[in-house]
Structures are given as C-alpha cells and as structure tokens.
C-alpha cells in the first residue's frame, strides 16, 4: 500500500492544487465580513494633555539671572547681536582704493574725512580722558582707548581703565580691563591677540590677558630699578620668540623688560642731554626703526631730538638733533627702510610733531637738522604717523 500511494504522488502533475470545493471558499467569505476584525484592533492613542509650564517665583527669576552661568551666555549673545546689527552701518563692499578719488565720482563733492560716530560707555569712559588710541594689528574693526582718572569719581570706580572696542559697537566696549592708576599710554601684543600691555602714571608696566579678569595679570612692582616717574611711551621690538617690551618715562629713564617676567627690568638706562650740563632728558616719546632693538630715536620736552643706544659700547644717547622750539609730542620711522635699503637707497627718515606748531622731517644719518620744517599750522601738533602704504605720505 505504502508503494502504491507514492507511486499515485509520483504521478500527479506538478503544480496541481487541490480545489476545495465552491461551497467551502463561499462559506469563508461570509464569515469573514467587514467589521468583524473590529474588535482585534488595538485601541486608538488619545494624547494626554502637557501640564501648564510652572511659574516661577520671584526668588527663583532672580536667582537664575544672578548665576554666572546666564550672565556669561547673556552677555554673550547680545555681544554678538549688537555686533551683528552696528555692522550693517559699514559697509564691507566699498573699495578703498577708489574712495575720495576722480574715479570714485566727483571729489569736490566727497570729503576727505568723514565724522562717523562717538564710541562712549557710561560706566567704564563716561568723564574720563582719553590718553591713547590704538587700532589693532590683528582684526581691523578692532581698536583699544586708554584712559585716565575721572574728574568726579566715585570711591568704586578704578583710577584708570583700558576699553578694546569694536567699530560696529559704539556703546558697548568688546573688552574692558581696569588698572590702579591712570592708564598714560596703551599697546596691543604684536604677536598674541589675546594681551595687551600699558603704562601707568605712577610708573607701572602693567599687563592685561582677555582670557582672565579684568585686572591685571601681570605688574611691576615700584622699585628703584624700574620707572618712578609716569611712563609716556611703549614699544615692542623683537620677535615671536624673542620679545621684549621698552618703556620711557619722563625722566629719561629707558627700560627693557622681558613679557613674561616684570619684576625687575632687564636693563636700565638714564638718558642725558650732554649738550645741555648733562640734564635728564624729559622723554615723551620713543620710537625704532623696522626690525631695529638696539637704536631707538627720542623726543623730549626741551624740544631736542635724539639718537639712543640700548647695547654696545656706547649706551645711552649718541647723536642729538636740533629743531623744535617747543615739546616733541611724537616720533614716526619710516616704514619702508628695509625694501629701499635692499635697492641701495638710505632711508632712515624719522618725522617729528611739537607744540611750536610744526612738523619735521629728518634724514637721522646724513644729517642733523631737518630737511623739510611745515610751519603752516596754528595750535599743537600732537601726533603724527607716516602712511603703511605710500612712501611720500605722513597725517598729523
């Protein structure tokens, strides 16, 4: 039997199916109706209804406000959206190049200079001098401002500050630092955007670091070494791996210090007038040759121009010029020394402003009287800077 039923499987053709009968499929059909499955279904999802947000009390607003985490994310995002609204006053397309010339239009109708905006803040600049102004070599739209004591001030407000501002900004300063005198002058850091560097009118070099508090890092201490008198000028010279800052105060003293130490200065030196019974010079401002750390060019009250050392032989003052009749206000090297010294050409031109009205130009090394005198103005002179870009030009 077993052989017969699979030789009777053998047989049936592939893929034959076994038809049930037509009574069978009918009765399924009616038994599976619509609506019968309703009942399998899983329930529909009703959406439970979100609690109100709970109020907070008083104590708990002021609480959240006075923590420092949303002090420093607040007052972050709206530096960054009054940043973003004082730019759209610049406009970034225009082409400097072609502005206040024939190609630009009419020049009788443009100005040469153009009043733009007052940069105050209440609380840090509002009554205070400003001693300084500085833009910076490392973001154009950025400039700092020193500032001296405040005529009315109150027994919280520091002596002096130092404000780093930004141009789309012109009531509220990117960076603000304090100092425990008046701030006389002010530098950024040539190689670190993130220090800047000032000098005090009680004689202290004091440091500042955006990355820390608002007072000084860094200061030196009063000491017979250092600077006793107020300091009225700050260079950097060196490079990023050997830097050092210079400061002079007004009563002729020089010194060098190394950045990353400014307890005692690395050298110090006394300036005199030889000419004049060997009397202290007054500095009021300094100023070095490109790449140049040894020789440094000096104004002084008694309105002589001279010549420094810092090292060699022969330390202190080597040449002295005679000019002005009044207060050297400030000294300017020109900027392009090293390109025409590689042509051949002796460039060592430094320009002079005074309070006798004018302004000098020297040829230091051949000469030591000035070779152009503008006697054309009717008040103080009190800075002058050559143009980074044409070599003929100078702004006082």
Not at 115 to 133: C, L, N
Not at 305 to 318: E, P, R
Not at 332 to 359: K, N, R, Y
Request: net charge negative; glycine share 6%; with cysteine.
């Amino acid at each position: 039997r077993l052989a017969a039923a699979a030789r009777t499987r053998s047989a049936r053709p592939e893929g034959a199916r076994t038809v049930k009968p037509e009574g069978a499929q009918e009765g399924l059909r009616r038994a599976i109706t619509p609506g019968a499955l309703d009942g399998l279904a899983p329930p529909a999802q009703v959406p439970e209804e979100e609690p109100p947000p709970k109020e907070l009390s008083p104590e708990e607003k002021e609480r959240i406000v006075a923590s420092p985490d949303f002090r420093n994310f607040f007052s972050r995002a709206t530096l960054l959206v009054e940043r973003t609204l004082g730019s759209q006053t610049w406009d970034t397309t225009v082409d400097w190049k072609t502005v206040g010339t024939a190609a630009a239009g009419d020049e009788s109708s443009q100005d040469a200079l153009k009043y733009v905006d007052d940069y105050v803040e209440e609380k840090w600049a509002r009554g205070r001098p400003v001693t300084d102004v500085k833009f910076s070599p490392h973001q154009a739209p950025m400039f700092l401002a020193a500032y001296g004591e405040r005529t009315s001030a109150a027994a919280s407000d520091p002596d002096g500050c130092m404000l780093v501002w930004n141009l789309a900004m012109k009531n509220r300063p990117e960076l603000c630092f304090q100092s425990p005198s008046s701030v006389s002058t002010a530098q950024f850091h040539r190689f670190d955007p993130s220090l800047f560097y000032g000098g005090t009118y009680a004689g202290a070099i004091v440091l500042w670091d955006a990355r820390a508090r608002a007072t000084p890092v860094l200061r030196t201490p009063l000491s017979s070494k250092g600077h006793a008198h107020p300091v009225q000028s700050l260079r950097q010279v060196g490079t990023q791996n050997a830097t050092n800052l210079v400061s002079a105060s007004n009563d002729g003293r020089i010194c060098v210090w190394s950045l990353a130490m400014l307890n005692t200065p690395q050298e110090t030196i006394d300036l005199k007038n030889e000419a004049k019974n060997r009397r202290e010079l007054s500095v009021t401002s300094i100023a070095f040759p490109d790449n140049e750390t040894n020789v440094l060019y000096v104004g002084a009250e008694d309105g002589c121009v001279c010549q420094a050392q810092l090292h060699g032989s022969k330390v202190g003052v080597t040449e002295m010029y005679d000019g002005h009749d009044g207060p050297v206000a400030a000294v300017d090297m020109h900027p392009h020394q090293e390109s025409a010294s590689q042509h051949g050409l002796d460039t060592s031109i430094a320009v002079t402003c005074s309070f006798d009205w004018s302004v000098k130009v020297w040829m230091v090394k051949q000469y030591q009287s000035p070779v152009l005198s503008l006697d054309a103005f009717e008040d103080y002179v009190y800075d002058v800077k050559w143009h980074p870009t044409p070599p003929a030009v100078f702004a006082s």
